[in-house]
């Protein structure tokens, strides 16, 4: 028993329970169901995520030695070979299902496994490490954005699904260049840009109407990983400070309605992967704005409280559960998100993890 707690620790396995959240986001963004590929996308996206949790701590592993001596590896629980190999296979299982949901999923999966590599092996002690973060997060989005378009794209012509300039660059139009939004683009256009096929305008257009989520998960990612760097020194007050602000903007913008369009919704006559016929009556609409307002505040009350007492008092400790309680707030953030996108039913599922979240971080520590 005491094996399995020691890699449920090097895993941060109270923190799996954010990550399905951004494929469902994604999906919603697309205005078609989740199916099976949305599923693999999902699958991808844990597999990666833990190869960064393990592939972090053998990175760090003499750091932590110093700093935080009690974890798995420097503590001798968990050989560092044994977490790079765990990185390892954890990585190529992600790759497989990732490709298993299709080749522009495939290329997405590529992209944020060679983003969580290079933010572990060498970009996270430098400036460009919130950056990095953002942009991996915001990816995985895009992934499960990716993945949910595929089935149905692949069934059109050519010409099916594509934006007015029927090309993948379109996806880089709604955001500006320098923007976080921007960046994403991108990252993303240089993946799916991999895969021709008949597909890929849909692919593009999937992407271009997920921009704005995976922007609003880069930017918090980005306000978290500024916190984080100081979870262990303490005494900095400039970052909770900035992620207050960044909390209080994103919980404002989730919480109004995204006044999406009739192919938005799910409809009673979609199969899986499609939206219904225009006129289809909906099986569920667009939540309230009481919803949004709920799933809203719920993630700035969970960001924002322990950001207050960091800003307050900059200790190691109050600095660590705001870093603690910034993930956390990650599962309603999503949750708004979808509702925002007019998929209730990913919202509800999304806001059903809070509670199991925030009892498991009780055991293991999501940081």
Same mark, same amino acid.
């Given at each position: 028993?005491?094996?399995?707690? !020691? /890699?449920?620790?090097?895993?941060?396995?109270?923190?799996?329970? &954010?990550?399905?959240?951004? =494929?469902?986001?994604?999906?919603?963004?697309?205005?078609?169901?989740?199916?099976?590929?949305?599923?693999?996308?999902?699958?991808?996206? +844990?597999?990666?995520?833990?190869?960064?949790?393990?592939?972090?701590?053998?990175? !760090?592993?003499?750091?932590? =030695?110093?700093?935080?001596?009690?974890?798995?590896?420097?503590?001798?629980?968990?050989?560092?070979?044994?977490?790079?190999?765990?990185?390892?296979?954890?990585?190529?299982?992600?790759?497989?299902?990732?490709?298993?949901?299709?080749?522009?999923?495939?290329?997405?999966?590529?992209?944020?496994?060679?983003?969580?590599?290079?933010?572990?092996? %060498?970009?996270?002690? &430098?400036?460009?490490?919130?950056?990095?973060?953002?942009?991996?997060?915001?990816?995985? #989005?895009?992934?499960? =954005?990716?993945?949910?378009?595929?089935?149905?794209?692949?069934?059109?012509?050519?010409?099916?699904?594509?934006?007015?300039?029927?090309?993948? $660059?379109?996806?880089?139009?709604?955001?500006?260049?320098?923007?976080?939004?921007?960046?994403?683009?991108?990252?993303?256009?240089?993946?799916?840009?991999? /895969?021709?096929?008949?597909? *890929?305008?849909?692919?593009?257009? *999937?992407?271009?109407?997920?921009? +704005?989520?995976?922007?609003?998960?880069?930017?918090?990612?980005?306000?978290?990983?500024?916190?984080?760097?100081?979870?262990?020194?303490?005494?900095?007050?400039?970052?909770?400070?900035?992620? #207050?602000?960044?909390?209080?903007?994103?919980?404002?913008?989730?919480?109004? !309605?995204?006044?999406?369009?009739?192919?938005?919704?799910?409809?009673?006559?979609? %199969? $899986?992967?499609?939206?219904?016929?225009?006129?289809?009556?909906?099986?569920?609409?667009?939540?309230?704005?009481?919803?949004?307002?709920?799933?809203?505040?719920?993630?700035?009350?969970?960001?924002?409280?322990?950001?207050?007492?960091?800003? +307050?008092?900059?200790?190691?400790?109050?600095?660590?559960?705001?870093?603690?309680?910034?993930?956390?707030?990650?599962?309603? +953030?999503?949750?708004?998100?979808?509702?925002?996108?007019?998929?209730?039913?990913? =919202?509800?599922?999304?806001?059903?993890?809070?509670?199991?979240? %925030?009892?498991?971080?009780?055991?293991?520590?999501?940081?």
């Amino acid at each position: 028993m005491s094996e399995l707690r !020691d /890699w449920a620790e090097l895993l941060r396995v109270s923190a799996l329970f &954010t990550v399905p959240g951004d =494929a469902l986001a994604g999906a919603a963004a697309t205005g078609r169901r989740p199916g099976a590929a949305t599923a693999l996308a999902a699958g991808a996206s +844990l597999c990666l995520y833990e190869a960064g949790m393990a592939l972090n701590d053998w990175a !760090d592993r003499d750091e932590d =030695a110093a700093e935080r001596p009690h974890r798995p590896v420097p503590s001798g629980r968990i050989a560092p070979g044994q977490a790079l190999a765990a990185a390892a296979v954890l990585t190529g299982a992600g790759l497989g299902l990732g490709f298993a949901a299709g080749r522009p999923t495939g290329w997405c999966a590529t992209a944020l496994a060679g983003t969580v590599w290079a933010y572990d092996l %060498r970009l996270k002690h &430098t400036a460009a490490g919130p950056a990095a973060m953002a942009s991996a997060r915001g990816l995985d #989005l895009l992934m499960g =954005a990716v993945a949910t378009a595929g089935p149905r794209t692949a069934r059109q012509s050519p010409s099916a699904g594509r934006s007015p300039a029927g090309s993948s $660059a379109d996806a880089t139009v709604a955001a500006p260049a320098g923007s976080g939004a921007g960046v994403l683009a991108r990252l993303s256009s240089a993946a799916v840009g991999a /895969w021709a096929g008949p597909s *890929a305008g849909g692919t593009a257009g *999937a992407v271009r109407r997920a921009l +704005l989520p995976a922007a609003v998960l880069g930017a918090h990612t980005y306000a978290l990983t500024t916190v984080s760097r100081a979870e262990t020194r303490g005494g900095a007050r400039g970052g909770p400070l900035a992620a #207050l602000g960044v909390t209080a903007v994103l919980g404002a913008l989730v919480g109004t !309605d995204g006044q999406p369009g009739p192919a938005a919704r799910w409809r009673r006559s979609g %199969r $899986a992967g499609e939206p219904g016929p225009p006129g289809a009556p909906g099986v569920l609409g667009t939540p309230g704005g009481l919803g949004r307002a709920v799933l809203a505040g719920g993630y700035a009350v969970t960001a924002g409280r322990p950001l207050v007492h960091a800003v +307050l008092n900059p200790s190691p400790q109050l600095t660590q559960r705001a870093v603690g309680g910034g993930i956390r707030a990650l599962i309603p +953030l999503q949750a708004a998100l979808a509702a925002r996108s007019g998929s209730p039913v990913s =919202a509800a599922l999304l806001a059903g993890l809070v509670p199991v979240a %925030r009892r498991l971080a009780r055991k293991v520590s999501p940081t």
